[in-house]
């Protein structure tokens, strides 16, 4: 897998670049929350991201909290990881990574580069 960022300077959105490092389950998704939603009307998402795989997702300005989730086949959800709310609106891109972190409360994290 190769990581690239893209430097060039969005106004109004930004590119994230998330890849999943987390092996235990078979695909996740990731949910950028804004206060006003909840992950079953969020407008941005990525869907049945596999290990080891890169996705990339360009979202408005704004306040997010990031939700993953893994959804077994009874339709049962897995809450992974949680962030606190996330401000994406000074220009830029972000580059994801999503792993395992046994100090964090829900066992994983997302770390940002």
Same mark, same amino acid.
Not at 77 to 93: K, R, W
């Given at each position: 897998?190769?990581?690239?960022?893209?430097?060039? *300077?969005?106004?109004?959105?930004? +590119?994230?670049?998330?890849?999943?490092?987390?092996?235990?389950?078979?695909?996740?998704?990731?949910?950028?929350?804004? *206060?006003?939603?909840?992950?079953?009307?969020?407008?941005?998402?990525?869907? $049945?991201?596999?290990?080891?795989?890169?996705?990339?997702?360009?979202?408005?300005?704004?306040? $997010?909290?990031?939700?993953?989730?893994?959804?077994?086949?009874?339709?049962?959800?897995?809450?992974? !990881? +949680?962030?606190? *709310?996330?401000?994406?609106?000074?220009?830029?891109?972000?580059?994801?990574?999503?792993?395992?972190?046994?100090?964090? *409360?829900?066992? !994983?994290?997302?770390?940002?580069?």
């Amino acid at each position: 897998m190769t990581l690239t960022h893209d430097h060039r *300077p969005r106004a109004f959105t930004h +590119q994230i670049d998330l890849a999943n490092l987390v092996f235990d389950y078979e695909a996740l998704d990731v949910y950028f929350v804004k *206060p006003t939603e909840t992950i079953e009307s969020a407008e941005y998402k990525l869907s $049945y991201v596999e290990f080891t795989e890169l996705e990339t997702l360009s979202i408005a300005s704004g306040e $997010y909290e990031i939700n993953v989730v893994f959804e077994d086949d009874n339709e049962t959800l897995t809450l992974l !990881y +949680q962030s606190e *709310p996330i401000s994406f609106d000074s220009a830029g891109n972000h580059t994801m990574v999503l792993h395992k972190d046994d100090s964090q *409360p829900l066992g !994983y994290l997302i770390s940002t580069f």
